[in-house]
Antibody, heavy 114, light 112 residues
């Protein structure tokens, strides 16, 4: 079964850091671009970052550039998102997604609040 | 960024009747490889988004054939031939041609 499972969310104070993980299974991880997509409460999804199959290319939405870093470990079939200098408007459910959104995880909630 | 504009934002429907959602992009979505990366997603309450249609008109595996997509360039449409109760939720179009990938505002399909 094709599956993506996110972890690492939680409550963090403004200015803090968090590292999200996504464990992939049931498909050949190295064949796909991987993505992080977030959805703030009551809002539509927002594509945050993506990374090429071999990790050589990465793209970020402007609002997270310089603060978030996407990475992957193909030996572990895992995707990561290091989030620094977190702000209240980063509060959202963060999803891991494969390729052009064919497969999504269940999401992990990140809440930035004092 | 490419702006995706959906209409209507709310769509009251009668079960068994057809439904149609429009999506317009602020730029052409034709990529240099000739493909148009316009996709449609369904999100039921409390669930992750689920892709229904990719590259304008291709149905994902397991998606009922009452869902269909059409369009070209900057104008696209999702149609449901006969709405069923399980179709209720929010529908999003999304473009993957230009970075950053962007979604429409969403169309809430609800019972009339």
């Amino acid at each position: 079964e094709v599956q993506l499972v996110e972890s690492g969310g939680g409550l963090v104070q403004p200015g803090g850091s968090l590292r999200l993980s996504c464990a992939a299974s049931g498909f050949t991880f190295t064949r796909y671009w991987m993505n992080w997509v977030r959805q703030a409460p009551g809002k539509g999804p927002e594509w945050v970052a993506n990374i090429k199959e071999d990790g050589s290319d990465k793209y970020y939405v402007d609002s997270v550039k310089g603060r978030f870093t996407i990475s992957r470990d193909n030996a572990k079939n895992s995707l990561y998102l290091q989030m620094n200098s977190l702000r209240a408007d980063d509060t959202a459910v963060y999803y891991c997604a494969r390729g052009e959104g064919a497969v999504w995880g269940q999401g992990t909630l990140v809440t930035v609040s004092s | 960024d490419v702006v995706m504009t959906q209409s209507p934002l709310s769509l009251p429907v009668t079960l068994g009747q057809p439904a149609s959602i429009s999506c317009r992009s602020s730029q052409s979505l034709v990529y240099s490889d000739g493909n148009t990366y316009l996709h449609w997603f369904q999100q039921r309450p409390g669930q992750s988004p689920r892709r229904l249609i990719y590259k304008v008109s291709d149905r994902d595996s397991g998606v009922p054939d009452r869902f269909s997509g059409s369009g070209s360039g900057t104008d696209f449409t999702l149609k449901i031939s006969r709405v069923e109760a399980e179709d209720l939720g929010v529908y999003y179009c999304m473009q993957g041609t230009h970075w950053p990938k962007t979604f429409g505002q969403g169309t809430k399909l609800e019972i009339k």
